[in-house]
C-alpha cells in the first residue's frame, strides 16, 4: 500500500503540515513536512496485513495507521503529540472523527521524560558531532601493527619504528603467547625465513595477531605487547566517523563548517525548541507548535551561539524542567483505558460507515 493507495481509497483521517513550518521556524531553504493519520481497510486491518506506517522514500511525508497513532500518543512521542497539536493553519485535512482525540487525554508527567530525554539524546548526538567536526579520521584505518610496542626495559617503543631500526620485517617474526599476561608475546625473528614462522599479522586487514610455533630454547629476541583495546576503539570511532560523512548532510554539513560551527547547528536548535516545549507542559499543562521565541531559535540555527553558549541554555533548561515537574498538576501518564476505549469506538465508527 503506498501514499497514492491511501488517497484513492479515502483512507486518510488527519493531514497536517510538520517540522520547521509548523514550528513557525521555517526559512528560505525549508522543505514541506507532511504528517498524518490513516485507518486500514477493515479486511486488512483483521487480517495479516497490517501497516503501522506508510512514508515516502525520503521520509518527509509520514501517515501513521489509527492504531499506530494512539500507541505512540500514549507513549508520549514528541513527534505525534507534535501532529495532535497542530494549529488550525497547518491541517490540511481533518476527519471529523479525529476530534475525539484530544490532548489532554495524552498530556502528562510522562512528556518530561520523553522530551526532555530525546533532547539530552540529541545533545550527545550534538557533543559526537563536535568530535567529529574536531577529530577528523584519516581515510586510512590504522593496522593492528600500529597498536603493538616493544617493551624495552621500563620503556616501550611502537613496533613499526622498531623493526625500521632494526631493519627487520613482521613477515618474519615469530609470536608466542607468554603465560598468564593478557596481550602479551614473546617475539623471536628468524632472519634466514626457514623455521616458517607466520608473522604478526596475515596481512594488513587483519584484526588479530598471528601466533607461531616456536622450538623449546629458542632466543627470545624482544617481548611485545598489544593494545587491544586502544586497536578496538579505534576501529568503533573509524566505522562511526566514515559511516556519518557517508550519510551526512552535505549542505548542512558545509553551511556549519561555514559558519565556523562544530556542531549541527539545526538540530540544537530542535533540541533547544523540544526542552521549552517540555517546560510549556509542565507549567501549563498545554502543547503549542508555534514558537514565540522564533528569532532567538534560528539565532541558534545561524551559528549565532556558541556551542558551550548553547549548552549552557540545555543544562538551565533540563534543571527547570526536573523543578516544574515536581508541582505539575498534570497526571503521571496518559490514561490508557480512556484512550483504547475512544479508539475502539472511533474504529467500531468508521467500519460501521
Known sequence: MTIDDLKAQNLILLEVISGSRSFGLDTATSDTDIKGVFYLPKAQFY?????PQISNETNDIVYYELGRFVELLIKSNPNILEVLASAPECILYQHPIMKQLTLDLF?????????????VSQIKKAKGLNKKINNPVEVKRKTVLDFCYIIEGTQTLPLNTWLATHQLHQ?????????????????????????????IIKHLDSTELCLSSVAINTPINAYLSFNRDGYSSHCRDYKAYWQWVDLRN???????????NDYDAKNMMHTIRLLQVAHEIMTKGTLTNKRPN??????????ELSYAE????AEKLVSEIES????SLLPDAPNRENAMATLVAMRTRLYES
Request: a positive charge; hydrophobic letters at 40%; aromatic letters at 10%.
Open 171 to 199: 613477515q618474519q617474526c615469530g609470536l608466542a603467547n607468554v603465560p598468564h599476561a593478557r596481550d602479551l608475546y614473546a617475539l623471536v625473528y628468524d632472519r634466514a625465513g626457514i623455521n616458517g614462522y607466520h608473522g
Open 324 to 327: 516544574a515537574q515536581a508541582t
Open 47 to 51: 487480517g495479516l496485513d497490517y501497516l
Open 294 to 303: 522564533r528569532e532567538a531559535l534560528l539565532a541558534i540555527k545561524h551559528g
Open 107 to 119: 498530556l502528562s508527567k510522562q512528556t518530561k521524560q520523553t522530551f526532555a530525554h530525546y533532547a
Open 250 to 260: 552535505e549542505q548542512r554539513y558545509a553551511s556549519n563548517v561555514d559558519n565556523g
Open 310 to 313: 548553547i549548552m549552557l541554555i
